[in-house]
């Protein structure tokens, strides 16, 4: 499953009551523990059937509460894993990557686009209303990785790879991509912290567009969707072996905390949150 979201943040002081939904005979539930969990629903990408590529709400019992169906002139653009998460008007913002980012409310109406074929996995809604959108799909040296877009479509601020790492062993990286990037996030200090997969690092860059800091080198393999934790640890999903997911101190560079690995012909771990009572989904 590509993409994993937990309940949104302002629902995060009190689970609210479970809602039910519909059984699906693809969808089960292997392990429920009422006692542990942190109860509510869960919003995923689901792709395991070509035919009817979704995005789904599922509740704990793995009941579907709502779906949206991907329409077929776009299923092609839902390769290699797409994300979707909730906006604060309830809303679903998703990304394909290779063709764009779609706002969608819940009748399953696009109620906002931006489409780019360089456009990978990750794009934030940000408190402003802009979207920080990444742009790692085949890459080149001249592109930028990360742009802020406002509602218009106007490009309002964006950061270059190349007038930072256009040297050595960098600069004659190519995988899917020169960088690859495949997330962003805009950090509380106006910083934004950024994810170029194939360099192994994530790093984090100030307004003005220069590296604050690199995080990860030596310990991360193809990192995907690092975020900062209220303690300021970042938990990440290391995306090869072993794929697990990791949580580091950046300050020390230490791993504080990782689930068990996952092999490869189970599911690569793609995507990690930080759920309200401790546990990792």
């Known amino acids: 499953l590509p993409s994993l979201t937990p309940t949104p943040p302002s629902a995060s002081v009190v689970p609210a009551p479970i809602p039910r939904g519909t059984s699906d005979p693809d969808i089960s ?92 996995h990750d794009a934030d809604r940000l408190p402003n209303g802009n979207t920080l959108v990444v742009f790692g799909g085949r890459d080149e040296m001249s592109d930028a990785q990360v742009k802020e877009i406002n509602p218009k479509g106007e490009i309002t601020w964006a950061w270059y790879a190349k007038d930072h790492f256009n040297e050595s062993p960098h600069k004659d990286i190519y995988f899917e991509g020169w960088t690859h990037t495949n997330a962003a996030s805009r950090l509380a200090n106006g910083n934004t912290l950024i994810s170029p997969r194939n360099f192994n690092f994530i790093v984090e860059v100030d307004p003005q567009g220069a590296v604050v800091r690199t995080i990860g080198e030596g310990i991360f393999r193809y990192q995907h969707d690092p975020e900062i934790l209220p303690d300021g640890n970042i938990l990440l999903a290391n995306h090869r072996k072993p794929h697990r997911a990791v949580e580091i101190d950046p300050e020390t560079g230490e791993i504080v905390w990782k689930s068990a690995g996952f092999e490869r012909d189970v599911s690569p771990v793609r995507d990690a949150n930080r759920l309200p009572n401790g546990n990792t989904l």
Request: proline content about 7%.
């Open 29 to 120: 539930v292997d392990v429920y523990r009422p006692d542990m969990v942190w109860a509510g629903t869960t919003l995923l990408a689901d792709k395991h059937n070509p035919k009817n590529i979704r995005i789904i709400e599922v509740n704990m019992l793995g009941e579907i509460v709502w779906e949206y169906l991907v329409p077929e002139n776009l299923k092609e653009y839902t390769n290699p894993g797409f994300d979707a998460e909730w906006l604060p008007n309830n809303n679903i913002l998703f990304v394909l990557p290779r063709n764009g980012i779609y706002e969608i409310d819940r009748s399953g109406d696009v109620v906002w686009s931006y489409l780019d074929k360089k456009v990978t």
